[in-house]
């Protein structure tokens, strides 16, 4: 075969015979510095997007129903047994429409942050990103003159839970020791310190905080939501054993008042601080978010619940609700 080329002002012919065309090539095609998200899964197909739940441990990871239980239990604690008191601070009509708006925009914010938190784990190319981390990865990716707060960012919301939960904590522990001194007191008389009680309650608790792996601590919570699904129904036996009189209660309440309704719904409902543990540690992350999905089911249970307890027991009891309803119980009822 020949092949005729001209440059400049005389024909050059080169030859070239088959047998060349028959030779393979030695050359080397090297791509030193190359990104891209195309990644060919274990079938040869092409996969754009990174997927880290399928990088999560989802052989010893939480059930979807233990991922509810837990959950369930983060807001579902002795907030609900304040929701009279609420209400008196709101009013019947404003107390109702207020407990539904709160439960609305704690969703909210709860799906923001996981949804957030899953994309960026997609950007990141890592399996599971907690609260603090989200925050961090946030701003170090975000605005350019935001990107120097990205430590402070981690660090404030570390802190910020902290005090959250320890506050929390102590006002749990307080209540618990309270009511146990007046169960205990009510038939033995033992006139003990309540200081005593709270030694007592911290005993079992601290055992309790050193398990790490959440779905140790599933037996837990369910137990802990059967006794709160007990208490609510013992409740709900004495909020209507009597006539309830809807007259005398305001539809909406003061306005001075409406600031310490919103702050004991909020403390109430408030969870956010579980909501990350609890997702990363599904076997099946992909159920948390979604409709019906662990998120939507477990906080239309709560907003329900607190909207019932709070509603029926300020007509019950009405201006003489208290902190916590139980305290409007007939003392040494069976």
Known sequence: MRVGAVIGTGPIVVKMSLKDTKEKSTSVFTITDFHSRTNLTEKGKLSDEYDPFA???????????GALAHLLKSSLGTGILAMPMAFLNAG?????????VVGFLCTYCV??????????CRELRVPALGFAETAEKVFEHGPIGLRKYSKFTRQFVDGSLMATYYAAACVYIVFIATSFRDVINCDLDLNWHVRFYIALTLIPCLFIGQIRE??????FSAMANVFIIVTFAITLYYMFNEPLVFEDKPYVAKATQLPLFFATVIFAMEGIGVVMPVENSMKKPQH??????????AMMTVVA???????????RFGSEVRGSITLNLPYGAP
């Open 92 to 100: 019947l009509v404003f107390g109702m429409i207020g407990t539904l």
């Open 288 to 297: 948390f978010l979604g409709c019906p999905g662990v998120l939507n089911t």
């Open 55 to 65: 990088h999560r441990d989802q052989e010893s990871g939480t059930s979807t129903s």
């Open 214 to 219: 959440l779905k140790w601590l599933v037996p």
């Open 305 to 315: 619940l607190y909207a019932i307890i709070g509603f029926f027991g300020y007509i």
């Open 111 to 120: 799906h923001m942050l996981v949804k957030t938190s899953q994309d960026m």
